[in-house]
């Protein structure tokens, strides 16, 4: 069965400075995908993020970028120049290749101060 | 452009009684699923189905039932609501397209409380 772990309960950053949340997981599969999702107050889930895990080159959105170790099973999440709204709940996800059933860490409480 | 519907928002049953939370997405989409968040958790599978007519257990299935009768509507029964089923119940939907990268639309969660 797959896992993921977040360890990081809660994080803190000042505005426009840089934070890194960290996920790692377990699983004996070759193929899946992780995410990177944001839960705003609202309890809406907004993707954040994807990484393919057959591809090598880390995947980047604008202010997020991950770092994918697939060896080390290890995908974490580096959010440059913070802005109050990146204020949430950040949950890290596994979906096998091709199930659509997505694994949830316990995710990250990241608070934006000014 | 409405992506996955759910209601009720928000609903307060009484132990025994039972409900159903309802899911409709509008995007033809085969996939569909039932996840719960409790406090300090991340989401937990409930049910799904991948397409009209097929559903199957997740991770978390006891005291939920579902059925999918037609592609747009998946919804969630709890036949006999117990406080543990205190939760925010989220439904998603995903097309079966590995060029989206198996992208999944979340609603925005119903909010239930058993006392």
């Known amino acids: 069965a797959q896992t993921v772990t977040q360890s990081q309960p809660e994080m803190s950053v000042q505005e426009a400075e840089t934070v890194t949340l960290s996920c790692t997981y377990d699983?004996?599969?070759?193929?899946?995908?992780l995410f990177w999702y944001k839960q705003p107050p609202s309890r809406q889930m907004i993707l954040v993020i994807r990484q393919e895990a057959y591809k090598q080159q880390n995947a980047t959105e604008n202010r997020f970028s991950v770092n994918f170790q697939k060896a080390a099973k290890s995908f974490s999440l580096k959010i440059s120049d913070s802005q109050l709204g990146d204020t949430a709940m950040y949950f890290c996800?596994?979906?096998?290749?091709?199930?659509?059933?997505?694994?949830f860490g316990t995710g990250t409480r990241l608070q934006v101060f000014p | 452009n409405a992506g996955v519907t759910q209601t009720p928002k928000f609903q307060v049953l009484k132990t025994g009684q039972s409900m159903t939370l309802q899911c409709a997405q509008d995007m033809n989409h085969e996939y569909m699923s039932w996840y719960r968040q409790d406090p300090g958790m991340g989401l937990r599978l409930i049910h799904y189905?991948?397409?009209?007519?097929?559903?199957d257990q997740g991770e978390v299935p006891n005291g939920y039932n579902v059925s999918r009768s037609t592609t747009e509507d998946f919804p969630l029964r709890l036949l006999s609501a117990a406080p543990s089923q205190t939760s925010v119940y989220f439904c998603?939907?995903?097309?079966?397209?590995?060029?989206?990268?198996?992208?999944?639309?979340f609603g925005e969660g119903s909010w239930l409380t058993v006392v």
């Open positions: 699983t004996s599969e070759s193929n899946y995908y």
């Open positions: 998603a939907s995903s097309a079966r397209d590995t060029r989206s990268g198996n992208t999944i639309y």
């Open positions: 996800a596994f979906m096998k290749y091709n199930t659509d059933k997505l694994i």
């Open positions: 189905s991948v397409g009209a007519g097929i559903t």
